[in-house]
């Protein structure tokens, strides 16, 4: 990530050797909107950091630049004067194969066969969008009464989406399953009625115009 490229640079030119950075997200618009960088203490952190400084320095130095979506890979050519040859777009998605009719988990699908599914899987934090659905559950529960919320994945610091069902009266609509491999997407989606990834438009790589 972002704050070990000046540490990869270094490496790089001291033991002459290729650079490779591997971007997930634009970091400096990213970074801003976490749940740790608005607290108090982030807050003055944020004042203090200059990370779009530290992308237009570093990230030119690299021989190769990855990233995992176009819109994110034309905003580091346009904002931080990336050479177009030297940044690669790799999809961070599961492989194809996995999903086909062999690969479900009938136990999986047969938990939720009485209920209307909407399914998130991913990380769980403030940036995903999981709240929006938790803050629609009150109505939607009024016309989907076996509605049913299932999200799987790792809860980030900030983010607990379960304490915010419970402060609505809606907890019981939702059910959190951890962290799940990659070959089980299939069946849970298979369970779900409708999958969801609402995240704000704040990003800056995902609000293009």
Not at 59 to 81: K, M, Q
Not at 104 to 129: M, P, T
Not at 138 to 151: A, C, D, G, T
Request: proline share 6%.
């Amino acid at each position: 990530d972002l704050p070990l490229s000046d540490v990869a640079f270094s490496i790089a030119r001291k033991k002459n050797v290729k650079l490779v950075f591997d971007q997930h997200e634009y970091w400096s618009n990213w970074i801003g909107h976490t749940a740790h960088y608005n607290t108090f203490l982030g807050k003055i952190v944020k004042r203090l950091s200059h990370w779009k400084k530290y992308e237009r320095r570093y990230l030119p130095e690299a021989d190769l630049l990855i990233t995992v979506e176009n819109p994110l890979r034309d905003s580091y050519i346009e904002n931080c004067g990336i050479n177009p040859d030297k940044i690669i777009t790799v999809p961070n998605t599961p492989l194809r194969s996995i999903f086909n009719g062999q690969n479900l988990d009938q136990s999986i699908v047969d938990k939720y066969k009485n209920h209307f599914v909407i399914f998130y899987a991913g990380k769980i934090d403030v940036l995903r969008g999981i709240y929006i659905v938790i803050h629609a559950l009150p109505r939607l529960s009024q016309e989907i009464p076996n509605i049913k919320f299932v999200i799987a994945g790792k809860m980030a610091r900030g983010c607990d989406p379960i304490k915010e069902a419970k402060t609505l009266n809606v907890d019981k609509y939702v059910d959190h399953v951890g962290w799940i491999t990659v070959d089980k997407l299939p069946s849970y989606i298979a369970a779900s009625s409708i999958c969801t990834h609402t995240p704000p438009v704040i990003r800056d790589e995902t609000n293009q115009s």
